[in-house]
């Protein structure tokens, strides 16, 4: 009776204990990932920014003078000369202004002339009456009038001049106006837009109002990208600086620019804008796509420095920020204590180790690793959805893919994960 009782508890005992020592003593799956070495690479820190693509040499033509449209003799798209008549407007009361200025000049020569027969006359009435009064025949205040007379025919004369230059000065003023009711090119170009039809007043005004604006001129073979780059970032572009300008119709086709110039005062911003400050910078273009119009919009990254060789990881194989699994030791705010900082998982012997690193520097792709790791550990780089969930201590073995599309979609949801991380901001 009592071995039948211990065999019972022997039996219950089994059936508990064996499926716990079974469950605990199973080897855990190993996790599949991929996995990178640190090497040494040359790593090109850059800043990003985004703009516009402009004409370096862009004319708003207007008109000086009211009047008509009369003829429009060219069309948006033609190539034009400098110098080419462009339009014209309705000459005739311009002309009918001329030709009574014309006269008016005409009437001064007249009064002119006539001022002149008076002096001369009034010279010789002053030499009969000098002699006059030289031989008793006459009083002196007689020869004293006819001097007299003679000042005054003399400032007759003088105001019948200065109203000829004055008619002259207006009659010019009127050829100008004249001249101007040709609207002629002033840079070789092509136009690019036609703002105004035959029939319209053009209306000589800078406010924007309808009429005051012709039709614009620009070089289309000077196209050059002008980016707002922010105030944290200004200070490390300068004028040599080689850039890349990714067109929005043209994204995975980069143009090589040149930072040209870098503006000294920032942009002023719209009322309600942010309270953010950028400056503008100018980039010559080294080609010109044909698809390349101005207004277009662009993203520019403008490489500030690097070059030389460092430790560098791929970007998404470091933990920053909210996912960097580090323990908060002193208190202090993680965010603000770990700027500088990263986490990898380092790989011996098939096990993962959490490991913190000091990183510096990066571009696109690589991030430099400036103290935790050597040159040649291994660590992981993926899948992001592994990563994430990695543990120190993990067992873990080196993902065989040989499907290229599938490697290709890993390596961009890791990029993805490398982004949520927050490393999508260079230092």
């Known amino acids: 009776m009592k071995k039948s009782k211990l065999i019972g508890i022997a039996v219950v005992a089994a059936i508990i204990i064996v499926p716990v020592v079974i469950k605990f003593s199973a080897s855990k799956p190993k996790l599949e990932v991929e996995m990178a070495k640190v090497s040494k690479k040359e790593i090109q820190p850059s800043i990003l920014a985004s703009g516009n693509f402009v004409f370096r040499q862009q004319v708003q033509l207007s008109s000086e003078v009211i009047g008509k449209v009369s003829e429009v003799l060219v069309k948006e798209g033609d190539k034009i000369e400098q110098g080419q ?58 020869y004293e009038d006819a001097v007299h007379q003679l000042n005054v025919a003399k400032v007759d004369l003088h105001a019948a001049r200065e109203s000829m230059q004055q008619a002259s000065a207006s009659l010019d003023q009127a050829l100008k106006r004249l001249d101007k009711t040709e609207v002629k090119a002033p840079i070789s170009g092509t136009v690019t837009a036609v703002q105004i039809k035959i029939g319209e007043t053009a209306v000589a005004s800078a406010t924007g109002m309808a009429g005051s604006s012709l039709m614009t001129i620009a070089d289309i073979g000077s196209i050059m990208a002008e980016v707002n780059v922010d105030e944290a970032d200004v200070a490390k572009v300068q ?17 090589i620019g040149t930072v040209e110039e870098v503006s000294m005062a920032p942009r ?54 909210d996912s960097m699994k580090l323990e908060n030791k002193d208190g202090k705010d993680s965010k603000e204590a770990s700027k500088s900082l990263g986490v990898v998982f380092t790989v011996k012997d098939g096990v993962a180790r959490k490991k913190e690193v000091r990183i510096g520097i990066a571009d696109d792709n690589n991030q430099e690793i400036i103290s935790g790791l050597s040159e040649g550990d291994v660590v992981v780089t993926g899948p992001a959805r592994v990563l994430r969930s990695l543990r120190d201590g993990d067992q873990v073995q080196e993902l065989k893919s040989t499907d290229p599309k599938a490697a290709s979609a890993s390596a961009s949801a890791s990029a993805s994960a490398a982004s949520a991380n927050g490393s999508g901001t260079k230092p």
């Open 239 to 255: 004028v040599g600086q080689q850039s890349k300008v990714y067109p929005a119709a043209f994204d995975d086709q980069p143009v």
């Open 85 to 142: 008549v462009l339009l014209r407007l309705d000459p005739t009361l311009i002309r009918a202004e001329v030709t009574q200025q014309r006269a008016i000049v005409r009437s001064a020569q007249v009064n002119i002339e006539r001022a002149q027969l008076n002096v001369d006359r009034q010279q010789v009435n002053v030499e009969r009456s000098r002699r006059l009064a030289e031989a008793k025949f006459i009083d002196a205040s007689k």
């Open 268 to 321: 002023v911003n719209l009322a309600g804008a942010s309270q953010g400050k950028t400056y503008v910078v100018k980039l010559r273009l080294s080609e010109s796509k044909t698809g390349i119009r101005t207004g277009m919009t662009c993203r520019v990254e403008i490489i500030t420095g690097g070059g030389s060789l460092r430790p560098v990881l791929p970007i998404q194989a470091i933990l920053t920020g």
